[in-house]
C-alpha cells in the first residue's frame, strides 16, 4: 500500500515537471531540468549511501568524470547519445575498479577517501591540459535548434533518467542485493558473518550508485555546453546531494526525490532573494536539518506518537554511533 | 646540492604543514567527527593577522597569541552549543553540520573581508647556508610552526587538561567513569583545534597570499597529514607534515608543480588502503 503510494505520488510529480514548458516559463522550465537532475543524483547515492549506510562522498567524481568522457568524445566527432552511452559506460568501470579498492573501507575512512576522489580528479583534468584543456575548460558543440525546443529535449531527457533511477532504487530495494545492502548497514560483521557476500553487494551498489552519475554529467556538459574542472567536480555538489537524500529520508525510495526537490527550490528562492548571503543560508538551513529533521521529511509524522517516536530515534541514534565507529 | 635544497624546502613546507593539520587531526582522533570548518579556521586566523598587522600595525608574532585565543573560545562555543549536541551521531550526519557551519562562516568571511588575495609582506630577505636558500620569512613561519607543534605536545603531555584530552581519545566511557567531563574535554579539544588553526593561519599569511577560497585547499593537506601520520596525535600529526612537505617539494621538483599535490592526494589514498593507522600507528575510534 505504502508502496503503490509512493509510486503514485512519484509518477505524479513527473508529470507536473514533464508539463512545465506548456504553462510556465524558461526560467522555471530550466528550474525543472535541475530538480530532475538532482533527484537523478540524489536517487542514485542512496542506493550506496542510503540502503549500504556507505557515507559515499563521491558523486561529483563521477559527475565530472562522465561529463569529461562525454564532452571529449562529443569534441572528437562521436554522436551526442553514443557519448552519453560511453561517458556511463566508462564511469561504470572506473566505479567497479575504485570501489573494490575503497569499499574496504569504513566510516570516517571511507568518507574522506571518497571526498578525496573528487579533488584528485580534478587536479588530474586541471593539470592534464593537453587532453582536457586544462583550467580553460572545454567547449561542446551545442544544438542549434530553438532555445526552447533544446530545453525541451534536455527537460525530458534528465526526466528520463530520473525515472531510470527510481525503478533502479525500486528494484533494488525488492531484491537480494538491496537485502543485503540493508544487512550491510545495520552490522557488516554480521552480515558477512551469515553469508551475505558483502564485498560483491558493496562494489555493485557502488558502481549502481555511479552508474547514472556519469550519465547525468555527460548530458549535462551537452546542455550547457561548456565544462571546466573545477565546476564539474565541485566538493560543493558532492556534499549536496547526501544532504538532498537526508532531507528527504535516506533509504527510502521517495525520500531522495522529495529531498532533491525541496533543496533545489529553496536553493533557487534563496539565490534570487539573498544573493550575497545564499551560501550562509543554505550553511544555517543544513545545520538546522541535521538538528530538526535528522531523519528526513518522509520519516517526520506530526501528532501522537512524537514522543514516543523521538525516544525511539535516541535508541536508534546511539546503537548506530557504537556501529559507526571504524 | 639541489637535494639538498629539494629537501629543505620541502622540511620548511612540512613544518608549515604539521602546524596546520595537528588542530584538525586532534578533533578527528577526540571527538570522531571529521571537521570541515578547519580550513576556513586557517584562513580566518590568518586574514585576523592581516588586519591587526596592516590597522594597528601589530606584528603578527604577537599577533599568534590574540589570533588563538580568538578562535580557541570561537571553537569552544561553536562545540559546546552546536557540535556536542550530534556527536555521537554516524559520520556523515557530524561531517554535514560542520559543513552547513563552514558555509556560514566562508560566507560571512567573503561578504566582510572581500576575497582579496592577502599576505603579510615582511620583507627580510633570504638567508643562505652551505648553498641552500630560503627566504628568512619562510624560515621564521617554519620556527614558529615547530615551536607552536612543540609546545601543543608539552601541553597534551604535563597540563592536566591534555591528559584529558588523551584519556578521552584512548576510552570515552572509561573517562566519563573516572570523572572526565567529556562534553566539556570535546569543546577543549574543538577549541584547541581552532586555535591551532588560527595560528597556523597567522604563519601561513607571512608565507603565502591568503584568501578564502584557499580553505580547501588547506582541508586537503589536513586530511592527507592526518591519514598519513595517524590520527589525534601530535607526534603523528608532526611526521605527517613533514612526509607530505618532502614528498611534495621532491615530486614538484622532478614531476612539476601542478603534480605535487596529486601525488600528495595519491599517497593518502594509498595509505589508506595498506595501512589506515597512519603510520605513525595511532588507530582512529573502535
Redesign the interface.
Known amino acids: 500500500m505504502m508502496a503503490r503510494n509512493a509510486n503514485l505520488l512519484f509518477a505524479l510529480w513527473v508529470v507536473i515537471l514533464g508539463l512545465t514548458p506548456f504553462y510556465a516559463e524558461n526560467y522555471i522550465l530550466r528550474g525543472a531540468i535541475m530538480v530532475a537532475m538532482f533527484s537523478t543524483l540524489t536517487l542514485s547515492w542512496n542506493i550506496i549511501?542510503g540502503f549500504g549506510?556507505y557515507?559515499s562522498?563521491g558523486t561529483a567524481a563521477f559527475v565530472g568524470l562522465g561529463s569529461y568522457v562525454g564532452a571529449l568524445t562529443q569534441v572528437s566527432g562521436v554522436p551526442m547519445v553514443m557519448a552519453w552511452l560511453l561517458a556511463t559506460l566508462a564511469v561504470g568501470v572506473v566505479s567497479a575498479a575504485i570501489g573494490s579498492?575503497?569499499l574496504?573501507?569504513k566510516?570516517?575512512?571511507f568518507?574522506?577517501?571518497s571526498?578525496?576522489?573528487v579533488?584528485?580528479f580534478r587536479?588530474?583534468t586541471?593539470?592534464w591540459s593537453s587532453v582536457t584543456g586544462g583550467g580553460n575548460g572545454l567547449n561542446i558543440p551545442i544544438l542549434r535548434w530553438d532555445p526552447t525546443a533544446v530545453a525541451m529535449l534536455f527537460l525530458y531527457i534528465m526526466l528520463g533518467l530520473m525515472v531510470l533511477a527510481y525503478v533502479l532504487n525500486v528494484v533494488v530495494s525488492r531484491s537480494q542485493l538491496g537485502f543485503g545492502l540493508r544487512c550491510i548497514k545495520q552490522n557488516e560483521d554480521a552480515a558477512d558473518m551469515v553469508g551475505v557476500d558483502t564485498t560483491r553487494y558493496k562494489i555493485i551498489g557502488f558502481m549502481l550508485s555511479s552508474l547514472l552519475c556519469g550519465t547525468v554529467g555527460a548530458v549535462y556538459a551537452s546542455w550547457v555546453g561548456y565544462i571546466d574542472p573545477s565546476e564539474s567536480f565541485s566538493?560543493l555538489l558532492t556534499?549536496k546531494v547526501?544532504?538532498m537524500a537526508?532531507l528527504g529520508g535516506a533509504g527510502t525510495v521517495l525520500g531522495p526525490v522529495i529531498g532533491a526537490g525541496t533543496f533545489v527550490i529553496l536553493e533557487e528562492l534563496v539565490w534570487v532573494n539573498f544573493l550575497?548571503?545564499?551560501?550562509?543560508i543554505?550553511?544555517?538551513?543544513?545545520?538546522g536539518?541535521?538538528?530538526f529533521l535528522?531523519n528526513g521529511i518522509l520519516n517526520l509524522r506530526l501528532g501522537a506518537g512524537r514522543k514516543n517516536r523521538k525516544a525511539r530515534a535516541k535508541g536508534t541514534?546511539?546503537a548506530?554511533?557504537d556501529r559507526?565507529?571504524? | 646540492m639541489d637535494v639538498a635544497q629539494t629537501i629543505v624546502n620541502g622540511l620548511a613546507l612540512g613544518a608549515l604543514y604539521a602546524c596546520l593539520a595537528v588542530g584538525f587531526s586532534l578533533v578527528?582522533g577526540v571527538l570522531?567527527v571529521?571537521n570541515m570548518l578547519h580550513g576556513t579556521f586557517v584562513v580566518l586566523g590568518g586574514y585576523l593577522a592581516f588586519f591587526m598587522w596592516s590597522y594597528l600595525g601589530v606584528h603578527p608574532i604577537l599577533a599568534i597569541p590574540v589570533v588563538g585565543a580568538a578562535l580557541f573560545v570561537l571553537g569552544f562555543v561553536l562545540q559546546y552549543t552546536?557540535t556536542n549536541?550530534?556527536i555521537?551521531?554516524?559520520?556523515?550526519?557530524t561531517?554535514?553540520?560542520t559543513?552547513?557551519?563552514?558555509?556560514?562562516?566562508?560566507?560571512?568571511m567573503?561578504?566582510y573581508f572581500t576575497a582579496t588575495p592577502r599576505r603579510i609582506r615582511l620583507d627580510l630577505g633570504s638567508i643562505e647556508i652551505m648553498g641552500v636558500q630560503m627566504p628568512a620569512d619562510r624560515l621564521i613561519g617554519m620556527a614558529l610552526a615547530l615551536a607552536l607543534t612543540g609546545m601543543l605536545y608539552y601541553v597534551m603531555r604535563t597540563s592536566k587538561i591534555g591528559r584529558a584530552i588523551v584519556a578521552v581519545r584512548m576510552d570515552r566511557m572509561a573517562a566519563q567513569l573516572m570523572g572526565i567531563r567529556i562534553n566539556t574535554i570535546y569543546a577543549v579539544t574543538f577549541g584547541i583545534g581552532a586555535m591551532m588553526a588560527g595560528a597556523a593561519g597567522v604563519i601561513m599569511v607571512l608565507v603565502f597570499p591568503t584568501t578564502t577560497s584557499i580553505a580547501?585547499l588547506y582541508l586537503?593537506k589536513a586530511?592527507i597529514v592526518c591519514?598519513v601520520g595517524g590520527l589525534g596525535s601530535v607526534p603523528g600529526a608532526f611526521v605527517g607534515g613533514l612526509i607530505l612537505g618532502v614528498v611534495e617539494s621532491v615530486a614538484a621538483q622532478h614531476l612539476g608543480p601542478?603534480?605535487a599535490?596529486?601525488v600528495g592526494?595519491?599517497l593518502?589514498?594509498f595509505l589508506?588502503?595498506v595501512k589506515?593507522t597512519g603510520l605513525m600507528g595511532v588507530k582512529?575510534?573502535?
Open positions: 549511501g549506510g557515507p562522498l579498492l575503497l574496504r573501507l566510516g570516517h575512512y568518507a574522506v577517501g571526498i578525496v576522489l579533488e584528485l587536479l588530474i586541471s593539470s566538493i556534499l547526501p544532504v537526508l550575497n548571503w545564499n551560501r550562509a543554505l550553511g544555517i538551513l543544513i545545520v536539518l541535521v538538528f535528522p541514534a546511539n548506530q554511533s559507526e565507529r571504524p | 578527528w570522531n571529521i552546536v549536541k550530534v555521537g551521531a554516524p559520520v556523515l550526519t561531517l554535514t553540520l559543513f552547513g557551519l563552514d558555509m556560514l562562516l566562508y560566507n560571512i567573503t561578504v580547501g586537503g586530511f591519514v601542478q603534480v599535490p596529486i592526494f595519491l593518502l589514498l589508506l588502503l589506515p582512529g575510534y573502535e
